[in-house]
Nanobody, 119 residues
Protein backbone atom coordinates (compact mmCIF):
# COMPACT_ATOMS: atom_id res chain seq x y z
CA UNK A 1 0.00 0.00 0.00
CA UNK A 2 1.26 3.45 -0.90
CA UNK A 3 0.06 6.62 0.79
CA UNK A 4 1.20 10.16 0.06
CA UNK A 5 0.45 13.02 2.40
CA UNK A 6 0.98 16.63 1.29
CA UNK A 7 1.32 19.64 3.54
CA UNK A 8 2.43 23.24 3.43
CA UNK A 9 -0.34 24.86 1.44
CA UNK A 10 -1.98 28.06 2.54
CA UNK A 11 -3.08 31.60 1.80
CA UNK A 12 -0.40 34.02 0.67
CA UNK A 13 -0.11 37.30 -1.15
CA UNK A 14 1.51 37.77 -4.56
CA UNK A 15 5.27 37.71 -4.38
CA UNK A 16 5.37 35.56 -1.27
CA UNK A 17 6.72 32.02 -0.94
CA UNK A 18 5.54 28.62 0.19
CA UNK A 19 7.21 25.28 0.59
CA UNK A 20 5.09 22.22 -0.01
CA UNK A 21 6.08 18.87 1.45
CA UNK A 22 4.95 15.36 0.69
CA UNK A 23 5.77 12.27 2.69
CA UNK A 24 5.41 8.81 1.20
CA UNK A 25 4.20 6.09 3.50
CA UNK A 26 4.61 2.84 1.70
CA UNK A 27 5.45 -0.77 1.79
CA UNK A 28 6.72 -2.72 -1.14
CA UNK A 29 8.14 0.12 -3.21
CA UNK A 30 11.49 1.81 -3.19
CA UNK A 31 11.21 5.57 -2.74
CA UNK A 32 14.83 6.01 -3.73
CA UNK A 33 14.27 4.31 -7.11
CA UNK A 34 11.02 6.12 -7.85
CA UNK A 35 10.32 9.21 -9.89
CA UNK A 36 8.31 11.90 -8.12
CA UNK A 37 6.32 14.84 -9.34
CA UNK A 38 4.01 17.71 -8.45
CA UNK A 39 0.82 18.51 -10.34
CA UNK A 40 -1.78 21.17 -9.77
CA UNK A 41 -5.40 21.74 -10.63
CA UNK A 42 -7.32 24.97 -10.38
CA UNK A 43 -11.14 25.09 -10.31
CA UNK A 44 -12.59 24.63 -13.77
CA UNK A 45 -9.21 23.91 -15.31
CA UNK A 46 -7.38 20.80 -16.37
CA UNK A 47 -4.78 19.27 -14.15
CA UNK A 48 -1.29 20.31 -15.18
CA UNK A 49 2.16 18.97 -14.51
CA UNK A 50 4.31 21.36 -12.52
CA UNK A 51 7.62 19.57 -11.98
CA UNK A 52 9.22 16.15 -12.04
CA UNK A 53 12.28 14.67 -10.38
CA UNK A 54 13.76 11.32 -11.30
CA UNK A 55 15.61 8.90 -9.08
CA UNK A 56 18.77 10.25 -10.73
CA UNK A 57 17.85 13.77 -9.63
CA UNK A 58 16.99 14.99 -13.11
CA UNK A 59 14.39 17.73 -12.97
CA UNK A 60 11.87 19.11 -15.44
CA UNK A 61 9.60 22.09 -14.99
CA UNK A 62 6.58 23.51 -16.70
CA UNK A 63 7.38 26.78 -18.44
CA UNK A 64 5.01 28.70 -16.21
CA UNK A 65 7.05 27.90 -13.07
CA UNK A 66 10.60 27.90 -14.38
CA UNK A 67 12.82 30.06 -12.24
CA UNK A 68 10.23 30.28 -9.46
CA UNK A 69 9.62 26.71 -8.31
CA UNK A 70 12.14 24.08 -7.24
CA UNK A 71 11.43 20.40 -6.73
CA UNK A 72 13.63 18.38 -4.43
CA UNK A 73 13.63 15.16 -2.50
CA UNK A 74 15.03 13.68 0.69
CA UNK A 75 15.45 9.96 0.20
CA UNK A 76 16.32 9.44 3.87
CA UNK A 77 12.85 10.64 4.85
CA UNK A 78 10.84 9.53 1.78
CA UNK A 79 9.87 13.12 1.19
CA UNK A 80 9.39 15.40 -1.80
CA UNK A 81 9.33 19.17 -1.65
CA UNK A 82 8.22 22.02 -3.85
CA UNK A 83 9.73 25.38 -3.02
CA UNK A 84 7.67 28.14 -4.57
CA UNK A 85 8.77 31.76 -4.70
CA UNK A 86 7.27 34.87 -6.27
CA UNK A 87 3.82 33.33 -6.20
CA UNK A 88 1.17 34.74 -8.49
CA UNK A 89 -2.64 34.59 -8.32
CA UNK A 90 -2.61 32.18 -11.27
CA UNK A 91 -0.61 29.73 -9.13
CA UNK A 92 -3.70 29.20 -6.97
CA UNK A 93 -4.68 25.55 -7.17
CA UNK A 94 -4.72 22.26 -5.34
CA UNK A 95 -1.23 20.81 -5.54
CA UNK A 96 -0.70 17.06 -5.67
CA UNK A 97 2.45 15.05 -5.29
CA UNK A 98 2.91 11.71 -7.01
CA UNK A 99 5.32 8.84 -6.96
CA UNK A 100 5.98 6.42 -9.79
CA UNK A 101 8.07 3.40 -8.79
CA UNK A 102 8.65 2.25 -12.37
CA UNK A 103 8.66 4.22 -15.65
CA UNK A 104 5.66 2.44 -17.15
CA UNK A 105 4.00 1.55 -13.89
CA UNK A 106 1.26 3.01 -11.76
CA UNK A 107 1.51 6.57 -10.47
CA UNK A 108 0.33 7.04 -6.91
CA UNK A 109 -1.31 10.31 -5.84
CA UNK A 110 -1.75 12.21 -2.64
CA UNK A 111 -4.92 14.00 -1.54
CA UNK A 112 -3.60 17.43 -2.38
CA UNK A 113 -2.92 20.67 -0.56
CA UNK A 114 -4.57 23.99 -1.36
CA UNK A 115 -2.49 27.00 -2.38
CA UNK A 116 -4.29 30.32 -2.69
CA UNK A 117 -2.53 33.49 -3.80
CA UNK A 118 -4.65 36.59 -3.41
CA UNK A 119 -4.09 40.31 -3.42
Amino acid sequence: QVQLVESGGGLVQPGESLRLACVTLSSGISFTDSAVAWYRQAPGKQRELVATLTSDFITTYADFVKGRFTISRDNTKNMVFLQMIDLKPEDSAVYYCTIKPTPLGFEYWGQGTQVTVFS
